[in-house]
């Protein structure tokens, strides 16, 4: 009876007003007064979130209780941090670490790396070709990527997976053949020991030289040996236009044989005749959900696309490389040859024939050292007149000199409201980080507005203007459905126990304010970020803390 009565005074004595019991050591961070987005679909509903080393202590009736720093989220959203499912390249982090800007001021938290691409594995080779823009790769090994970039701190979480064009450069070199048996196993090792590392998954980007050469069924077993190690396959389809409904399946079959969850990229049918196939790529994508085979895919709220201006030529003249084909683009025989298969040559991913055979819809976004800067943001045929030449001239002249990066107006808003309604489909940027202010310096990025604005666009146009889904659709498009796709399952939902990723954002100002004439220029209305618990965007404004990790994915 005695301990009875002292165990009753002393909850008495740690009563909170209103029923409250405070038994724990002070918050680190307390966010007041927010409608919570939680990430999972559900209605926003009105609570307080507590946050404690890096975590989600408590959620509910919060106010009051001591803690070391208070945030007031009243008249705004608290929601989970934004899980950017094609966030480009990490190097920017590396040698730049401020470039994580242009992701968390859009309310990005956690970025996926790789498209074919990916920072390792590396070769002699491969390192000497890749170590450009102030970054001098010394690394093989994603173990020895990892450690650099940990030494560096990052401002983002960053999950990595192996690029399929990346072993093959270093197996088979730039060529169009396919591997040996012997290649093939050194391949898989290369994947393997990648995934051991902590790699998500294996990407391909079949569009470009050297992955455009790489068959099914190579793909498929490079694939098997992800799968071994709980990987996801991770996709740029080997065609987004008049055979896209043909790519859909060929990464279907690579999901159902290979054993392995499939994530496509940028979602899109590119080109004016082919707008009304995204319908019926969509209704593939879910008969094959139901029939089991464990499909998604992601979008970024563009019309225009970003690619390299190299791609208007045909994969198959880059088969001995680039140094090779280059030099050969001042016979005026072969620019002739190359202009007669462009205009006249439907039968392969041709994006001068997704443009309607216009250069007005090709806007430059980006040029690399040697070429003029003054040509950005100007339309082909705009650049060919400041040039002084015909636009065919220019274009030649331009992917000789190279690198260029062009924005194709090549989509209509009709497949971007049919793919947002879809709830398979989650948010990218297809953008790698970049310091809007150190831009300049920074020659050969592509500077697509995405970079800057995709998630914020989402908010602004798509759910407060258009209406074209909720606000709850759309953060769980942002949240929860990318972290299950990247096996995230402590990250992407607002809930006791889990990671402390938190956006708070005003939803009438949250506004993309990047064009693609001012494509540098960061999102508006996010006034609080918060990565593992720590405040990174501050009143709008970059604390400059960096509290981010680099998640490696383990079976």
Same mark, same amino acid.
């Given at each position: 009876?005695?301990?009875?009565?002292?165990?009753?005074?002393?909850?008495?004595?740690?009563?909170?007003?209103?029923?409250?019991?405070?038994?724990?050591?002070?918050?680190?961070?307390?966010?007041?007064?927010?409608?919570?987005?939680?990430?999972?679909?559900?209605?926003?509903?009105?609570?307080?979130?507590?946050?404690?080393?890096?975590?989600?202590?408590?959620?509910?009736?919060?106010?009051?209780?001591?803690?070391?720093?208070?945030?007031?989220?009243?008249?705004?959203?608290?929601?989970?941090?934004?899980?950017?499912?094609?966030?480009?390249?990490?190097?920017?982090?590396?040698?730049?670490?401020?470039?994580?800007?242009?992701?968390?001021?859009?309310?990005?938290?956690?970025?996926?790396?790789?498209?074919?691409?990916?920072?390792?594995?590396?070769?002699?080779?491969?390192?000497?070709?890749?170590?450009?823009?102030?970054?001098?790769?010394?690394?093989?090994?994603?173990?020895?990527?990892?450690?650099?970039?940990?030494?560096?701190?990052?401002?983002?979480?960053?999950? $990595?997976?192996?690029?399929?064009?990346?072993?093959?450069?270093?197996?088979?070199?730039?060529?169009?053949?396919?591997?040996?048996?012997?290649?093939?196993?050194?391949?898989?090792?290369?994947?393997?020991?990648?995934?051991?590392?902590?790699?998500?998954?294996?990407?391909?980007?079949?569009?470009?030289?050297?992955?455009?050469?790489?068959?099914?069924?190579?793909?498929?077993?490079?694939?098997?040996?992800? +799968?071994?190690?709980?990987?996801?396959?991770?996709?740029?389809?080997?065609?987004?236009?008049?055979?896209?409904?043909?790519?859909?399946?060929?990464?279907?079959?690579?999901?159902?044989?290979?054993?392995?969850?499939? $994530?496509?990229? $940028?979602?899109?049918?590119?080109?004016?005749?082919?707008?009304?196939?995204?319908?019926?790529?969509?209704?593939?994508?879910?008969?094959?959900?139901?029939?089991?085979?464990?499909?998604?895919?992601?979008?970024?709220?563009?019309?225009?696309?970003?690619?390299?201006?190299?791609?208007?030529?045909?994969?198959?003249?880059?088969?001995?490389?680039?140094?090779?084909?280059?030099?050969?683009?001042?016979?005026?025989?072969?620019? $002739?040859?190359?202009?007669?298969?462009?205009?006249?040559?439907?039968?392969?991913?041709?994006?001068?024939?997704?443009?309607?055979?216009?250069?007005?819809?090709?806007?430059?976004?980006?040029?690399?050292?040697?070429?003029?800067?003054?040509?950005?943001?100007?339309?082909?045929?705009?650049?060919?007149?400041?040039?002084?030449?015909?636009?065919?001239?220019?274009?030649?002249?331009?992917?000789?000199?190279?690198?260029?990066?062009?924005?194709?107006?090549?989509?209509?808003?009709?497949?971007?409201?049919?793919?947002?309604?879809?709830?398979?489909?989650?948010?990218?940027?297809?953008?790698?980080?970049?310091?809007?202010?150190? +831009?300049?310096?920074?020659?050969?990025?592509?500077?697509?507005?995405?970079?800057?604005?995709?998630?914020?666009?989402?908010?602004?146009?798509?759910?407060?203007?258009?209406?074209?889904?909720?606000?709850?659709?759309?953060?769980?498009?942002?949240?929860?459905?990318?972290?299950?796709?990247?096996?995230?399952?402590?990250?992407?939902?607002?809930?006791?126990?889990?990671?402390?990723?938190?956006?708070?954002?005003?939803?009438?100002?949250?506004?993309?304010?990047?064009?693609?004439?001012?494509?540098?220029?960061?999102?508006?209305?996010?006034?609080?970020?918060?990565?593992?618990?720590?405040?990174?965007?501050?009143?709008?404004?970059?604390?400059?803390?960096?509290?981010?990790?680099?998640?490696?994915?383990?079976?």
């Amino acid at each position: 009876m005695k301990h009875a009565f002292l165990w009753i005074a002393f909850v008495l004595l740690v009563a909170q007003p209103g029923g409250r019991v405070q038994l724990e050591d002070p918050f680190d961070v307390l966010i007041t007064g927010g409608r919570i987005v939680d990430g999972s679909g559900a209605p926003w509903y009105r609570a307080d979130v507590g946050i404690r080393d890096g975590r989600i202590a408590a959620i509910g009736k919060l106010a009051g209780q001591p803690a070391r720093k208070t945030i007031s989220a009243e008249g705004m959203v608290v929601a989970p941090g934004f899980v950017d499912m094609m966030g480009g390249s990490s190097y920017p982090l590396l040698v730049d670490p401020a470039s994580a800007q242009s992701k968390l001021r859009q309310g990005i938290t956690t970025m996926l790396v790789g498209e074919g691409g990916s920072p390792a594995p590396q070769s002699p080779a491969t390192a000497a070709e890749d170590s450009a823009g102030g970054l001098r790769i010394t690394w093989q090994t994603y173990a020895e990527y990892f450690r650099l970039l940990e030494q560096k701190g990052v401002g983002l979480n960053v999950v $990595h997976n192996v690029g399929a064009a990346q072993v093959r450069r270093i197996v088979v070199g730039e060529a169009d053949r396919k591997p040996t048996p012997a290649e093939l196993d050194r391949m898989k090792e290369l994947v393997a020991e990648a995934m051991r590392d902590g790699a998500v998954g294996l990407s391909t980007a079949l569009i470009y030289p050297p992955g455009a050469y790489a068959t099914t069924e190579e793909i498929i077993e490079l694939a098997r040996t992800a +799968a071994e190690y709980a990987g996801v396959y991770f996709t740029h389809m080997r065609n987004e236009s008049g055979a896209l409904l043909e790519a859909i399946e060929e990464t279907i079959r690579i999901g159902r044989e290979a054993s392995i969850p499939v $994530h496509i990229y $940028h979602l899109k049918a590119a080109g004016q005749q082919n707008w009304p196939l995204m319908a019926q790529a969509i209704g593939r994508i879910a008969e094959a959900r139901r029939q089991g085979v464990d499909v998604t895919a992601d979008i970024y709220p563009y019309i225009r696309n970003g690619i390299g201006l190299r791609s208007f030529i045909h994969p198959r003249h880059y088969a001995q490389g680039d140094a090779a084909f280059l030099p050969r683009l001042t016979d005026p025989d072969l620019r $002739h040859r190359l202009r007669q298969e462009i205009e006249n040559d439907a039968s392969w991913e041709n994006w001068y024939v997704h443009v309607g055979r216009d250069w007005n819809n090709v806007l430059i976004s980006a040029v690399g050292e040697g070429v003029r800067r003054d040509l950005q943001g100007l339309s082909m045929q705009q650049a060919a007149e400041r040039l002084g030449v015909d636009p065919w001239t220019a274009f030649f002249d331009l992917v000789r000199q190279g690198p260029v990066f062009v924005a194709p107006r090549s989509m209509n808003e009709e497949q971007k409201h049919l793919a947002l309604r879809a709830p398979f489909v989650a948010i990218c940027t297809d953008a790698a980080p970049i310091h809007a202010e150190a +831009a300049g310096k920074a020659l050969g990025q592509s500077f697509h507005p995405r970079a800057f604005g995709a998630f914020a666009r989402v908010l602004a146009k798509y759910v407060r203007e258009d209406r074209v889904i909720s606000l709850e659709e759309a953060i769980q498009k942002m949240t929860s459905l990318p972290a299950n796709r990247l096996r995230l399952y402590d990250r992407g939902r607002l809930s006791p126990g889990l990671r402390a990723d938190v956006v708070v954002f005003d939803p009438e100002r949250v506004q993309d304010t990047a064009t693609f004439t001012k494509p540098l220029s960061y999102s508006e209305g996010f006034v609080y970020v918060l990565v593992n618990g720590q405040p990174v965007i501050e009143q709008n404004r970059w604390t400059g803390v960096l509290p981010g990790t680099v998640i490696r994915h383990r079976r």
